[in-house]
């Protein structure tokens, strides 16, 4: 295993701009996770890793190796695709020991290491058997084999879970996590299943339009989000656009004047709340900022019910309150109240 | 009662789908099986010159083929020419199938009517078009000698070199069309996977493409080789007369010689070796990669 670093990567088609000026260290045995909607470039940047891809712009730094211009067979990164993509004529064992094959290690000496390999995903005994003869969850643990078997310097998982139903995705993922930190492997995986990705990540990288938006933890995402696109990304935010018409204040289009202690500087600018830290009822009372809202659409979705409100006739904002006992499902219509303490919001300037 | 409500509608369309067959079935039988049949019939029959045939349960002909230099030197000129083209097609047409298979070219549909369009030439027009370009005083000649390059012009027509460059240029587009659908159907990904572990092309190619690919190469192998066993048009025109193949020797028995029995067994003969010579690389190559 080996500490990876992605310098300055971009890629280009044309006048398109796939991934733009990508920057990302890994540290040895640590797990990323590159998150972003579809077309963010986070499966070109996975692939220029792989070296299926050759990157326009940039360098890629496996340990000590540059392996910017290495074919992918030199590359030593251990992939795992969504499809699998196992070798149908060869058996379990044949494609768990084909990378050993291709290092020229001797028959006798694959036999091993094919059922440390098989032992780890809890495959043992599945040798003989073909890939067609195995469910999608047991396919994808033999392709994790394979790429483990190599002994891979970084390994590379390309949306591996995406394939599998619910709850064998929750299975599934649990293993590789675990096998993940027992072996130690620098592994850097894409996904644009959120909840997968702060699940499993060590740390995580939102893109979006080929740009690195934001690199840090669960937390630091969540809590603070670098930019408008990150904090509608990672979890939900209450969006309120507005300006900042002196430090501390801010004015949403239709007048509200709202205290918030993250407004400096001045102009337009975009307010986002987190909808768990807004209050409603008598709570909303007490607090800096509250405001009279009307209910314009409840839904109920079990443990939490989703409340779309105005604050005045130009600010809707989302709010999530929890279905406690007693507790009663606002109706369209009705005015509750509903408030945020001044330190609750973060602002954004406004995006054109 | 309700349980067996739906049996008669199963039933029907299984009468059904046993009716649809009919017409192709009924069409192989009297089109096909019937005319080989008869002519497997006539093959036992004797030849009388002047009597026409003669009735009668003789392998004469077959042992004439059989104990005849000149006939075994055609039949194995014949098989020769098939693997040769074959083996050609196959080297030719692999890459330029994979290519079209893996295109991500808009064009792609056109690249393919390409690979058809020499399809578009009938046999004898093609053959007459490489008359005039390889023969003595033909446009590939006149270039050579033109530019100086040659003194003598290049005996391309009327050799075994004309009838390989013919029957290779109509296959390939057979080969190159069975081989693209198939690699079509085996995922990019999977050749990704060889390369991630460590294979190179070549070991890429050997031990992951080639061995999915081979149903498409057993096919395709197949028809270009049936196709060039049983070539008429092209080994007469390219290769002239003092060429023979199995194809137009089978002709020459039926509408020079007027000897149907002999006819007969030829072409029973080519059937065969036909028949064997692929059942046997079929075998041979299922054995070895399976």
């Known amino acids: 295993m080996a500490r990876l670093s992605i310098e300055h990567l971009r890629k280009t088609y044309g006048d398109l701009t796939v991934v733009d000026d990508v920057t990302i260290d890994i540290a040895d045995g640590e797990f990323l996770v590159l998150l972003g909607p579809s077309g963010c470039g986070k499966t070109t940047t996975l692939r220029m890793v792989a070296g299926f891809i050759a990157p326009?712009?940039?360098?890629?730094?496996?340990?000590?190796?540059?392996?910017?211009?290495?074919?992918?067979?030199?590359?030593?990164?251990?992939l795992v695709f969504q499809s699998y993509a196992l070798f149908p004529h060869m058996t379990v064992a044949e494609n768990v020991a084909f990378g050993l094959e291709m290092r020229k290690v001797s028959p006798a000496d694959r036999i091993p290491r094919v059922a440390e390999a098989l032992r780890l995903v809890q495959l043992a005994g599945f040798d003989e058997r073909y890939p067609r003869q195995l469910s999608g969850g047991q396919q994808q643990r033999v392709a994790l084999a394979r790429a483990l078997a190599m002994e891979p310097d970084v390994l590379l998982l390309d949306e591996p879970l995406s394939n599998l139903d619910a709850k064998l995705r929750q299975e599934v993922?649990?293993?590789?996590?675990?096998?993940?930190?027992?072996?130690?492997?620098?592994?850097?995986?894409?996904?644009?299943?959120?909840?997968?990705?702060?699940?499993?990540?060590?740390?995580?990288?939102?893109?979006?339009?080929?740009?690195?938006?934001?690199?840090?933890?669960?937390?630091?995402?969540?809590?603070?989000?670098?930019?408008?696109?990150?904090?509608?990304?990672?979890?939900?935010?209450?969006?309120?656009?507005?300006?900042?018409?002196?430090?501390?204040?801010?004015?949403?289009?239709?007048?509200?004047?709202?205290?918030?202690?993250?407004?400096?500087?001045?102009?337009?600018?975009?307010?986002?709340?987190?909808?768990?830290?807004?209050?409603?009822?008598?709570?909303?009372?007490?607090?800096?900022?509250?405001?009279?809202?009307?209910?314009?659409?409840?839904?109920?979705?079990?443990?939490?019910?989703?409340?779309?409100?105005?604050?005045?006739?130009?600010?809707?904002?989302l709010l999530q309150i929890p279905n406690k006992a007693g507790v009663a499902e606002p109706k369209p219509g009705e005015t509750i109240t509903i408030g945020w303490a001044e330190d609750a919001g973060l602002v954004y300037p406004r995006e054109a | 009662m309700s349980t067996t409500a739906p049996e008669p509608v199963a039933g029907a369309r299984t009468g059904l789908a046993g009716l649809l067959v009919v017409p192709a079935t009924l069409f192989v039988a009297i089109g096909l099986l019937g005319p080989i049949a008869i002519l497997f019939r006539y093959s036992l029959n004797q030849f009388i010159p002047g009597q026409f045939m003669v009735d009668g349960l003789t392998i004469e002909n077959y042992v004439k083929f059989f104990t005849d230099g000149y006939y075994l030197n055609v039949l194995a000129r014949t098989v020769r020419v098939a693997v040769v083209c074959t083996v050609a097609c196959l080297i030719m047409g692999f890459p330029l199938a994979y290519v079209l298979a893996r295109t991500q070219s808009r064009f792609k549909n056109l690249l393919i009517i390409a690979v058809v369009l020499p399809l578009f030439v009938g046999n004898a027009v093609r053959a007459a078009g490489w008359m005039t370009a390889f023969g003595s005083r033909g446009a590939l000649n006149a270039s050579l000698m033109g530019m100086g390059l040659i003194d003598q012009p290049l005996e391309i027509m009327f050799t075994e070199n004309a009838v390989l460059i013919g029957i290779i240029a109509v296959n390939l587009p057979f080969m190159v069309l069975t081989l693209q659908s198939v690699i079509e159907g085996i995922p990019r990904n999977v050749e990704e996977a060889a390369f991630s572990l460590g294979a190179g092309p070549a070991a890429m190619f050997r031990r992951v493409l080639w061995p999915l690919a081979l149903p498409g190469i057993l096919a395709g192998t197949i028809l270009t080789f049936i196709l060039a066993m049983n070539a008429y048009a092209t080994p007469v025109l390219l290769g002239g007369p003092r060429f023979q193949m199995m194809g137009p020797l089978v002709y020459g028995q039926f509408a020079q010689q007027n000897n149907w029995p002999f006819g007969g067994a030829i072409s029973f003969i080519l059937m065969t070796a036909t028949i064997i010579l692929t059942v046997a690389a079929h075998l041979i190559v299922q054995r070895r990669y399976r």
């Open chain 1, 173 to 317: 993922r649990v293993e590789i996590r675990d096998l993940q930190r027992k072996l130690g492997l620098t592994t850097i995986m894409v996904t644009h299943d959120q909840e997968e990705a702060l699940t499993m990540a060590d740390r995580l990288v939102v893109m979006e339009k080929g740009k690195v938006r934001q690199i840090g933890s669960q937390r630091e995402l969540y809590e603070k989000p670098a930019d408008r696109f990150v904090a509608g990304f990672i979890g939900r935010s209450a969006f309120l656009d507005g300006e900042i018409t002196a430090p501390g204040r801010f004015r949403t289009r239709g007048g509200v004047e709202i205290g918030c202690a993250a407004a400096t500087g001045t102009g337009a600018a975009t307010l986002a709340l987190r909808p768990e830290r807004i209050a409603v009822g008598g709570e909303a009372q007490g607090l800096h900022n509250h405001f009279q809202a009307r209910v314009e659409h409840a839904s109920y979705l079990g443990a939490i019910l989703d409340i779309d409100v105005s604050l005045s006739g130009h600010d809707r904002m």
């Open chain 1, 56 to 78: 326009s712009a940039g360098a890629i730094t496996i340990g000590e190796r540059s392996v910017t211009a290495l074919p992918p067979w030199k590359r030593n990164c251990g």
